[in-house]
């Protein structure tokens, strides 16, 4: 039988444009020191490391042996993780099946990007077909605008919803010392920002980042005894879906996404049959305004045509209902290698209620984390404070 995975510890850099003055490395250590100190471990007590990022970006190759010294993963086991946005959710996802499966009894699980090395937008460019789609689509905002177009076409969602969306995130990301974007804005502001791709502007785009999360993972008897408030990693999906260049995206609303599949999978396993009753808060991969009611929809936590219609109503906010992104989100901080690894990390800093200034005002007792990228691949993780 499998044993049951907690969090026991976690570490989060500072998140930044560029940081010329640290190499890669740096980055890394300083993620891996602060999660074993919040687990009250040194790197002798890892059996396992798993390291994930986007290495196209910065340019290197196997950078998970170049960076031994810093990961402390020299004498251990463990592999290198590279699957696109989803990078940093696969990675917990990949120390989940290490450690549940008994193969460890701890795992350090490592997001981290550096971007500030490498043109993303021109490597991302390099996916689509180069004789159909290549002329016609721009890194991953030509697909965002795609998303988004075609939910506001579906469901009625008016522009002024994103800049709501935005507005929001910002006022988070001014709580979370670790995000990247901490500058408040009003909804007004983000209507007056500069159009990259309608309906996208500046704003309502997220930015590319630098920095490095890490996770100390433990089965259920070392988690107690490391931890007296584990967070538990009670189920994960994983979907993916093909799709056919200009028509990205155009078929959400008539099919199933991967998306409608994870949240299917997790809610019908855990018998949840209200999930924005029973779940608290909910740390989404968000990388564009729109995407966070059109998903809030594809995941099945509402109806059709009613995501834009809950943000309208304050429902999302951090103070709301039901909380979504309440760390400022991938809208405001995304260093792709760690993006997904920040929500697990940050859905599990508000189950323990250690999230400080951008703590929710809900009693958190079941949170959800995503992540998002490649064509269209999603990971949905859910987390718990109790085995209950």
């Avoid at 460890?104 to 460019?125: F, M, N, Q, R, Y």
């Avoid at 009625?156 to 929001?168: K, M």
């Amino acid at each position: 039988m499998a044993q049951r995975v907690g969090i026991v510890g976690i570490g989060q850099t500072n998140h930044s444009g560029r940081r010329p003055y640290h190499n890669d490395g740096e980055v890394i250590y300083d993620a891996v020191s602060a999660a074993l100190a919040d687990a009250q471990l040194s790197i002798k007590d890892i059996d396992n490391v798993i390291i994930g990022d986007m290495e196209l970006f910065e340019g290197h190759s196997l950078n998970d042996a170049m960076l031994l010294d810093y990961t402390g993963a020299a004498g251990r086991s463990g592999f290198k993780m590279n699957t696109g946005g989803t990078v940093g959710s696969m990675s917990v996802i990949a120390g989940w099946y290490n450690v549940a499966s008994g193969l460890c009894d701890t795992t350090l699980v490592i997001g981290w990007e550096k971007h500030d090395e490498g043109p993303t937008t021109s490597a991302i460019t390099t996916i689509w077909d180069p004789a159909l789609n290549r002329p016609f689509e721009v890194g991953a905002i030509s697909g965002l605008a795609m998303i988004s177009n075609a939910y506001m076409t579906r469901s009625g969602c008016p522009l002024e919803i994103g800049a709501i969306v935005r507005a929001q995130a910002s006022d988070n990301a001014a709580r979370n010392p670790k995000a990247h974007l901490r500058e408040r804005y009003t909804v007004q502001d983000v209507m007056s920002a500069r159009m990259v791709l309608y309906p996208l502007n500046l704003l309502m785009i997220c930015p590319t980042s630098l920095g490095a999360c890490a996770l100390v993972l433990a089965g259920e008897k070392k988690a107690r005894k490391i931890n007296k408030k584990p967070v538990w990693i009670r189920d994960h999906a994983t979907a993916h879906q093909v799709t056919r260049g200009m028509d990205f995206m155009a078929e959400a609303g008539k099919i199933d996404t991967s998306m409608t599949v994870t949240g299917r999978k997790i809610f019908q396993r855990n018998h949840i049959t209200k999930p924005m009753d029973e779940i608290q808060v909910f740390e989404m991969y968000d990388p564009c305004a729109f995407c966070q009611p059109a998903w809030l929809e594809e995941f099945g936590l509402c109806e059709a045509g009613q995501g834009w219609r809950l943000i309208e109503k304050g429902v999302t906010a951090r103070e709301g209902a039901f909380p979504v992104s309440p760390s400022g989100g991938t809208l405001c901080t995304n260093a792709i290698g760690d993006t997904a690894t920040v929500r697990v990390a940050e859905a599990a800093l508000q189950l323990r209620g250690d999230a400080g200034e951008h703590q929710v005002t809900r009693e958190v007792k079941m949170a959800l984390a995503s992540g998002y990228g490649g064509m269209y691949w999603t990971d949905l993780l859910l987390l718990t404070n109790t085995l209950d």
